[in-house]
């Protein structure tokens, strides 16, 4: 059985001021790296493949929890939110000309204007997934977690989702039949032994 383990990056500025990131490579914050150099993958995970996004908010997310630096693969790179992307996602929900809808109110071929749909940031995603032999850490990005958890557990992006992605935490897929959830709960990131 094949299983990929979901780990989303750590904070950025962005993310603590409500800025929609996408494909900007904003760094990590510092008190966010000084927080994940603490951290490390738990057994069996501290031995799989470790992947990452080419942005660097997740390839550092990586190389400090798994001690290593990761292999990078374009599929992993956040969601295209088009026009949207830098900025506040509470200013354009206010704005009734923006277009902006609650992630439960997509759909999945609800497209921010010039950006991706979950349908096809699937497209990008499945046959990275089918390539997939070894067990896998994948540092990625909301976006990316909420495609592929979708898939897993039958969410069509409408109405509340079945998970709450938090950070530090592994998301496990088995996808030794499809793309199912593996583990009901996710697994905790473990504080780094000491050397």
């Given at each position: 059985m094949t299983k990929l383990a979901l780990l989303r990056h750590g904070h950025t500025a962005w993310n603590r001021a409500g800025q929609i990131q996408g494909?900007?490579?904003?760094?990590?914050?510092d008190d966010a790296r000084a927080n994940l150099a603490q951290l490390a993958l738990p057994r069996p995970w501290d031995g799989a493949d470790l992947v990452a996004s080419p942005l660097s908010r997740a390839q550092e997310t990586a190389a400090l929890v798994g001690g290593r630096p990761p292999a990078t693969a374009p599929e992993l790179?956040?969601?295209n939110w088009g026009d949207w992307e830098g900025q506040k996602g509470l200013e354009l929900k206010a704005d009734p000309n923006s277009g902006f809808r609650d992630i439960e109110e997509w759909g999945w071929s609800y497209r921010p204007p010039g950006g991706e749909s979950p349908a096809e940031?699937?497209?990008r995603l499945q046959r990275w997934v089918a390539g997939l032999s070894r067990d896998t850490v994948a540092v990625t990005h909301i976006g990316i977690m909420r495609v592929l958890l979708a898939r897993a557990t039958g969410?069509?992006?409408e109405g509340p989702a079945p998970f709450q992605i938090k950070r530090n935490r592994l998301f496990v897929l088995d996808l030794s039949n499809g793309l199912s959830v593996a583990e009901a709960e996710p697994v905790r990131l473990i504080d780094?032994?000491?050397e």
């Open positions: 494909r900007s490579d904003i760094p990590l914050e790179i956040e969601m940031v699937w497209a969410w069509d992006f780094r032994p000491a």
